[in-house]
Nanobody, 121 residues
Framework: QVQLVESGGGLVQAGGSLRLSCVVS????????MGWYRRAPGKQRELVAIITSGGSPNYADSVKGRFTIARDNAKNTVYLQMNSLKPEDTAVYYCYADVKTYRGSGYYANWGQGTQVTVSS
């Protein structure tokens, strides 16, 4: 079994910064993609940023230049540094990881429980 635990959400004023962290634990053989999605009130879940096991990132256009994703493979942890936050960034942010639990298995998607980010104007 795999668990993803996010931390770092909260309330911040527009223009401020927050750093999200997500630790993956449990039965882990290897982790491929890791990333962050978000769901704003009344909207569908959307990709924010994703990073490969080799460290190559991809970002949604809406956050390019403001958010930075990083990972520490030794700690099975992914981070999201969010700068210049805007009210439209308000959402529940979910951590994501593709995890292989043993050598012969495939990679399966795993999700965290979500952490609330609220940006006030």
């Amino acid at each position: 079994q795999v668990q993803l635990v996010e931390s770092g959400g909260g309330l911040v004023q527009a223009g401020g910064s927050l750093r999200l962290s997500c630790v993956v634990s449990g039965s882990i053989f290897s982790i491929n993609l890791m990333g962050w999605y978000r769901r704003a009130p009344g909207k569908q879940r959307e990709l924010v940023a994703i990073i490969t096991s080799g460290g190559s990132p991809n970002y949604a256009d809406s956050v390019k230049g403001r958010f930075t994703i990083a990972r520490d493979n030794a700690k099975n942890t992914v981070y999201l540094q969010m700068n210049s936050l805007k009210p439209e960034d308000t959402a529940v942010y979910y951590c994501y990881a593709d995890v292989k639990t043993y050598r012969g298995s495939g990679y399966y998607a795993n999700w965290g429980q979500g952490t609330q980010v609220t940006v006030s104007s």
